[in-house]
């Protein structure tokens, strides 16, 4: 059974960082590209970033490009996502979305329960 | 304002077809797979259809995909009380180099 477990998120001040992470299992994680997907209090999804099977292909939402940087590490099964110089309408329910191949195109076929990132004063 | 356009509500009593409209253009829906989730209040989005018109399994056959040029549909027959939740199109965008989705449709059983 896949499983996807994000962790990290929490309140945060405007211009600090968070790290947020997510913990795979249930299929051979190198085999699967993966993605950071969010969602604003009472909005739709917003794709924010995704990462190919073997981190040769990296993609950002113009939102985030240049303050979040997305990795993985295939040897533990986990995905990163270091948010820096957050601001306000960054706060949203961060969800990690498996891929149903292992590039950027194929989209989401798993989602984990998701993390909530606040940024506020 | 989403790349992908959807009917922001919609509506039918249990026993009814109804269909969800996807629009786009053809960086993304005219030349790339469409992807369709399913939102119930509270919960991550779970997959409904794939490339197009695939079912993951598990997923009833009352539901399924289309897609026609730069637009798609989803249609749900038989329409059930648990089937109350907000419905997204999502589909991979050659010009912004990234995944799309639409502004998401909350379906309302009567």
């Known amino acids: 059974e896949v499983q996807l477990v994000e962790s990290g998120g929490g309140l945060v001040q405007p211009g600090r960082s968070l790290r947020l992470s997510c913990a795979a299992s249930?299929?051979?994680?190198?085999?699967?590209?993966m993605h950071w997907v969010r969602q604003a209090p009472g909005k739709g999804l917003e794709w924010v970033s995704g990462i190919s099977w073997n981190s040769g292909s990296i993609g950002y939402a113009d939102s985030v490009k240049g303050r979040f940087t997305i990795s993985r590490d295939n040897a533990k099964n986990s995905l990163y996502l270091q948010m820096n110089s957050l601001r306000a309408e960054d706060t949203a329910l961060y969800y990690c979305a498996k891929s149903a191949g292992g590039f950027l195109e194929w989209l989401f076929d798993y989602w984990g329960q998701g993390t909530l990132v606040t940024v506020s004063s | 304002q989403s790349v992908l356009t959807q009917p922001p509500s919609a509506s039918g009593t249990p026993g009814q077809r109804v269909t969800i409209s996807c629009s786009g253009s053809?960086?993304?829906?005219?030349?790339?797979?469409v992807y369709w989730y399913q939102q119930l209040p509270g919960t991550a989005p779970k997959l409904l259809i794939y490339?197009?018109?695939q079912r993951p399994s598990g997923v009833p056959d009352r539901f399924s995909g289309s897609k026609s040029g730069t637009s798609a549909s989803l249609a749900i027959s038989g329409l059930r009380s648990e089937d109350e939740a907000d419905y997204y199109c999502?589909?991979?965008?050659?010009?912004?180099?990234?995944?799309?989705f639409g502004g998401g449709t909350k379906l309302t059983v009567l």
């Open positions: 999502a589909a991979w965008d050659d010009s912004l180099s990234g995944p799309r």
């Open positions: 490339r197009n018109n």
């Open positions: 053809s960086s993304n829906i005219g030349s790339n797979y």
């Open positions: 249930g299929f051979t994680f190198d085999d699967y590209a």
